[in-house]
C-alpha cells in the first residue's frame, strides 16, 4: 500500500476519531483492511498510532487537571496484562474470527452510546471502603459552568477486572476501546463525564504500549507502514479536534452512529462470509 | 457531586510540585519528537530517491535491541532516512514509558505515597517485561 493512500486514510481516520471521542483505530482498520491489508498487520499497525493519538491529547487534559492520576494508575494495573493478553490471542487466532469480534466491539459500542444519548450522568452517593483505600477522589474546575466539582470514584473492585476485558480487547483488536473504558469509568465506577474520557486517554496510551510490544516482538510493526498512519491520524486527530468545538454535540453523535453501524455490519459480514 | 466555587489550581494536591503539569510535557514532547523524526525521515527519502517507499521490518529483536540497534547505526555511519522513521516509533513507545516511569518517582519521593507507588511499579514492571519480549 503507498504512503499516500495509507496517509490519506489515517488522515480520515484520525479526523473522525478524534471527533467522536473513540479514536482512529475504529475507522482505520475496517477501511484498510478492505483495501487488502491483512487484519493482523492492520490490527499491528493501528495500535502504534493509537499511542500517538492518545498521547497527544491525554498531555492537554492532564495539564487541565481533569485527569484523575490515581484512578488511571490504578486501573492501568488491568489494562496492560489484559493489552498483553489480547495481543498474545491475536497473534493465534484466525482471521474470520478478528473480523467477527471486531464487528461484535463496534456493533457494541454503537448500542452504548446509542444509549447513551438520552442518559445523564449519575452520582455516587457513597464511596466503597476499597475504593476510598485507593483514595479515588478528586476534584477538577468545569469551565462550561465555571465551578469547582467535587466527586468520589466508587466499585473499584468491579472496575478493575473489568478493565482488564477492556484491555484484552485494545490488544486484540488494536484499537483504544476508549468507549468500553468511559462507560467503566461512568456506569461502574460514578465518575463524571468528562473524568471518564480523560483518564480514559491516559490509560489508553499504556495499554496501547503494551499491545504494541507483543506484535513487534512478532515482527509485525513495519516502519514504513505504521510511520505514514502515526503522521496521518495525529494530523487527522489535530484538525477533527479544531472542528469539534465548531460543530455540536448531536451533530457529532449522529455522524458517527452512522458511521459505527455501516463498519460493524461490514465487519461482521466479512467475518462470517469469509472475505 | 458537590459544587465549589474554590480556585481550581488548588482543588486537587497540596504538593507544591507540578505533577500533571510535568506528565503532560513528557506525553507532549514525546509525539511531537516522533512526529517531526517521522516527518525528517520521508522527507530526507523523497529528497533523496523521489519516492517515499520503505521497505524494511523489524525482526527478531526486542524494543531496547531495536532502539541500541538504530542508535548505533545512526552513530557509526551516515544517518539513513530508514533510521528516522524507527527512531520515530521508538520515541513514540517510549513517551508512556517515561511517564509511567516518572510517576513511579513522583508518588515514591515527592508524594511518599506507598500503595501509589507499588501500583505505578507493577505497571513499570510489566511495561519494562513486556519491551523485553522477542
Same mark, same amino acid.
Given at each position: @500500500?503507498?504512503?499516500?493512500?495509507?496517509?490519506?486514510?489515517?488522515?480520515? &481516520?484520525?479526523?473522525?476519531?478524534?471527533?467522536?471521542?473513540?479514536?482512529?483505530?475504529?475507522?482505520?482498520?475496517?477501511?484498510?483492511?478492505?483495501?487488502?491489508?491483512?487484519?493482523?498487520?492492520?490490527?499491528?499497525?493501528?495500535?502504534?498510532?493509537?499511542? &500517538?493519538?492518545?498521547?497527544?491529547?491525554?498531555?492537554?487534559?492532564?495539564?487541565?487537571?481533569?485527569?484523575?492520576?490515581?484512578?488511571?494508575?490504578?486501573?492501568? @494495573?488491568?489494562?496492560?496484562?489484559?493489552?498483553?493478553?489480547?495481543?498474545?490471542?491475536?497473534?493465534?487466532?484466525?482471521?474470520?474470527?478478528?473480523?467477527?469480534?471486531?464487528?461484535?466491539?463496534?456493533?457494541?459500542?454503537?448500542?452504548?452510546?446509542?444509549?447513551? #444519548?438520552?442518559?445523564?450522568?449519575?452520582?455516587?452517593?457513597?464511596?466503597?471502603?476499597?475504593?476510598?483505600?485507593?483514595?479515588?477522589?478528586?476534584?477538577?474546575?468545569?469551565?462550561?459552568? #465555571?465551578?469547582?466539582?467535587?466527586?468520589?470514584?466508587?466499585?473499584?473492585?468491579?472496575?478493575?477486572?473489568? @478493565?482488564?476485558?477492556?484491555?484484552?480487547?485494545?490488544?486484540?483488536?488494536?484499537?483504544?476501546?476508549?468507549?468500553?473504558?468511559?462507560?467503566?469509568?461512568?456506569?461502574?465506577?460514578?465518575?463524571?463525564?468528562?473524568?471518564?474520557?480523560?483518564?480514559?486517554?491516559?490509560?489508553?496510551?499504556?495499554?496501547?504500549?503494551?499491545?504494541?510490544?507483543?506484535?513487534?516482538?512478532?515482527?509485525?510493526?513495519?516502519?514504513?507502514?505504521?510511520?505514514?498512519?502515526?503522521?496521518?491520524?495525529?494530523?487527522?486527530?489535530?484538525?477533527?479536534?479544531?472542528?469539534?468545538? #465548531?460543530?455540536?454535540?448531536?451533530?457529532?453523535?449522529?455522524?458517527?452512529?452512522?458511521?459505527?453501524?455501516?463498519?460493524?455490519?461490514? @465487519?461482521?459480514?466479512?467475518?462470517?462470509?469469509?472475505? | 457531586?458537590?459544587?465549589? *466555587?474554590?480556585?481550581?489550581?488548588?482543588?486537587?494536591?497540596?504538593?507544591?510540585?507540578?505533577?500533571?503539569?510535568?506528565?503532560?510535557?513528557?506525553?507532549?514532547? /514525546? $509525539?511531537?519528537?516522533? $512526529?517531526?523524526?517521522?516527518?525528517?525521515?520521508?522527507?530526507?527519502?523523497? =529528497?533523496? $530517491?523521489?519516492?517515499?517507499?520503505?521497505?524494511?521490518?523489524?525482526? /527478531?529483536?526486542?524494543?531496547?535491541?531495536?532502539?541500541?540497534?538504530?542508535?548505533?547505526?545512526?552513530?557509526?555511519?551516515?544517518?539513513?532516512?530508514?533510521?528516522?522513521?524507527?527512531?520515530?516509533?521508538?520515541?513514540?513507545?517510549? *513517551?508512556?514509558? =517515561?511517564? =509511567?516511569?516518572?510517576?513511579?518517582?513522583?508518588?515514591?519521593?515527592?508524594?511518599?505515597?506507598?500503595?501509589?507507588?507499588?501500583?505505578?511499579?507493577? $505497571?513499570?514492571? =510489566?511495561? *519494562?517485561?513486556?519491551?523485553?519480549?522477542?
Amino acid at each position: @500500500m503507498s504512503f499516500h493512500v495509507l496517509f490519506l486514510v489515517s488522515i480520515v &481516520a484520525g479526523f473522525i476519531g478524534a471527533m467522536s471521542g473513540m479514536g482512529g483505530g475504529v475507522i482505520l482498520i475496517p477501511v484498510l483492511t478492505f483495501l487488502g491489508m491483512d487484519i493482523k498487520h492492520a490490527i499491528a499497525v493501528s495500535i502504534v498510532s493509537v499511542i &500517538a493519538t492518545s498521547s497527544g491529547s491525554a498531555s492537554a487534559y492532564v495539564r487541565d487537571r481533569i485527569t484523575n492520576l490515581k484512578v488511571g494508575m490504578f486501573l492501568e @494495573m488491568f489494562t496492560i496484562v489484559g493489552a498483553l493478553a489480547g495481543a498474545a490471542i491475536t497473534l493465534i487466532s484466525g482471521r474470520r474470527v478478528l473480523f467477527i469480534l471486531f464487528g461484535v466491539v463496534l456493533l457494541s459500542s454503537w448500542v452504548a452510546l446509542f444509549r447513551q #444519548r438520552n442518559e445523564g450522568w449519575r452520582q455516587t452517593s457513597h464511596q466503597d471502603i476499597f475504593s476510598r483505600w485507593l483514595e479515588l477522589e478528586g476534584s477538577y474546575y468545569d469551565r462550561a459552568v #465555571r465551578q469547582t466539582i467535587v466527586y468520589q470514584g466508587t466499585r473499584a473492585y468491579l472496575g478493575g477486572p473489568l @478493565m482488564f476485558g477492556a484491555g484484552v480487547i485494545a490488544g486484540l483488536l488494536g484499537i483504544g476501546a476508549g468507549a468500553l473504558k468511559v462507560l467503566i469509568h461512568d456506569l461502574v465506577m460514578g465518575l463524571p463525564p468528562k473524568v471518564s474520557t480523560t483518564t480514559s486517554n491516559l490509560i489508553i496510551g499504556v495499554t496501547a504500549l503494551a499491545g504494541t510490544s507483543v506484535y513487534l516482538a512478532a515482527g509485525m510493526i513495519d516502519p514504513g507502514l505504521a510511520a505514514p498512519v502515526i503522521l496521518g491520524v495525529v494530523l487527522g486527530a489535530f484538525m477533527g479536534t479544531r472542528l469539534l468545538v #465548531r460543530l455540536t454535540n448531536q451533530t457529532v453523535q449522529r455522524f458517527f452512529l452512522g458511521v459505527l453501524l455501516v463498519l460493524g455490519v461490514e @465487519m461482521l459480514l466479512r467475518g462470517i462470509w469469509g472475505v | 457531586m458537590q459544587v465549589s *466555587t474554590h480556585p481550581p489550581e488548588k482543588a486537587q494536591s497540596g504538593h507544591h510540585f507540578d505533577m500533571e503539569g510535568l506528565l503532560g510535557y513528557i506525553l507532549l514532547t /514525546g $509525539v511531537l519528537l516522533s $512526529v517531526a523524526l517521522l516527518a525528517i525521515g520521508f522527507v530526507w527519502r523523497w =529528497v533523496r $530517491v523521489g519516492n517515499l517507499r520503505f521497505e524494511h521490518s523489524i525482526v /527478531g529483536m526486542n524494543f531496547f535491541e531495536f532502539i541500541l540497534s538504530t542508535l548505533r547505526q545512526m552513530a557509526s555511519q551516515a544517518s539513513r532516512p530508514r533510521l528516522f522513521l524507527n527512531m520515530g516509533i521508538g520515541v513514540l513507545m517510549l *513517551t508512556p514509558f =517515561v511517564r =509511567v516511569l516518572a510517576s513511579v518517582f513522583y508518588f515514591a519521593f515527592v508524594e511518599h505515597n506507598w500503595k501509589y507507588t507499588l501500583f505505578t511499579g507493577f $505497571v513499570l514492571s =510489566v511495561l *519494562t517485561y513486556s519491551l523485553f519480549l522477542r
